[in-house]
């Protein structure tokens, strides 16, 4: 039995005397009969909490950011009507699930054999799966002097996803994409691409593409226009090691890396291409396969990616190379989002980059720290020089990394995290552009 603030009021006014407040509640109730027996018919006429039935609607999935909403109904299966106040408890807004206490509150009042319905709203904070926890119901009887309590487990949970706040620039990379496509403009012959139509010559075409045997059969001269090749094999590749969990401003690395890895897995397959993804450090922790659909990969993509957190562990380089190798046919894009630090590239990925480049093209994507040239930049005092000479080290050696790959044949992208993601769009493209995808 749970006493309600109305009996302790009543005994702060003077209706009970002194000795209700004793410990034991036995003690109390023995100490005023008529209110004892009062307290005791109110309990017994409040709702029961066990009979109570529960099912839950609404959102499964929320994008990062973004408002999810959870109806809970609540259905009276006893002969009483039913006084009560609810919790539906979620994660506080301190922890992931982010459930205001107040939005998870709910006052009910429902008749013998009713249902009534209420909506938790819940404000992520956090990527993963967040699972509802118990659902608390406190019932009163009709005096508001006791009051019945109990507990249900109704599961239910919603998947956050991450916000792919990079699609602002889907648009003008799709209108780039057209262009390679050749609806828009010309292309040039590379090895990447193949015959498209013929056109007649302007000035400033390429006399290698001329179809002479086209030409021969009309009166003017006849061009060959060429297109990117489709259903190119593209593997993208996070590394979820420990230097993926290093925050630039207010966002982790593997955050950044996952939002470059939603644009260019919406741009690529939109160009035809095939998109596969390897979440990876000592052993795989995502898999996308197979997914050939534009929007059937994103959605894979998006929500392989929900639920994975950096690992405090040193990745493996060799086995990420193993995976890499074992997950994407020859000749086939491989996108790293990995570090461009010192000693993980020159002890852990330059001894397995040969068995890479030898096979396919390698792409690696970096997120860069805009506080390292802001450190190169400072000037006026004794700390700030000191600061200007720390960045300006940290930027040699940033540079000498990337030169290092370069030279073994990698693409480098390195980026602020609110630029990564158009940057490696673009160095696709570029790779469309240039015909070696």
Known sequence: ???????????????LPVGILAPSWTGMLAVNAPLSLAILCDYALAAPVRTLRFTRTGDTTVRLGDVAKVQLTVTNGSRRRLRAQLRDAWPPSSRPAGAEPSASRHTLTILAGERSRVTTVL?????????????????????????????????????????????????SKLARLRELDGRTSVLTRGEGTEFDSLREYVAGDDTRNIDWRA????????VRTWRPERDRHILIVLDTGRTSAGRVGDVPRLDAAMDATLLLTALATRAGDRVNLLAYD????????????????LASVINAMASLEPELVETDARGLSTEALTNAPRGSLIVLLTTLEAAPIEEGLLPVLPQLTQRHTVLLAAVSDPRIKEMAASRGTVDAVYEAAAGAQAEAER???AEALQRRGVVVVDATPDRLAPALADAYLALKTAGRL
Do not use: Y
């Open 1 to 15: 039995m749970a006493l309600t603030g109305r009996t302790a009021l009543l005994a702060a006014l003077g209706s």
């Open 123 to 171: 404000h992520p904070t956090r990527r993963g799966d967040r699972k509802a926890e118990r659902v608390t119901v406190r019932s009163f009887g009709p005096l508001g002097l006791a009051a019945r309590q109990g507990h249900h487990h109704v599961p239910w949970t919603v998947r956050v996803l991450p916000p792919f706040t990079s699609r602002k620039h889907l648009p």
């Open 215 to 222: 030409t021969a059969r009309q009166s003017a001269l006849a």
């Open 282 to 297: 000592r052993r795989v922790r995502a898999r996308v396969q197979g997914r050939t659909a534009s929007g059937d990969a």
């Open 399 to 401: 540079r000498r990394t």
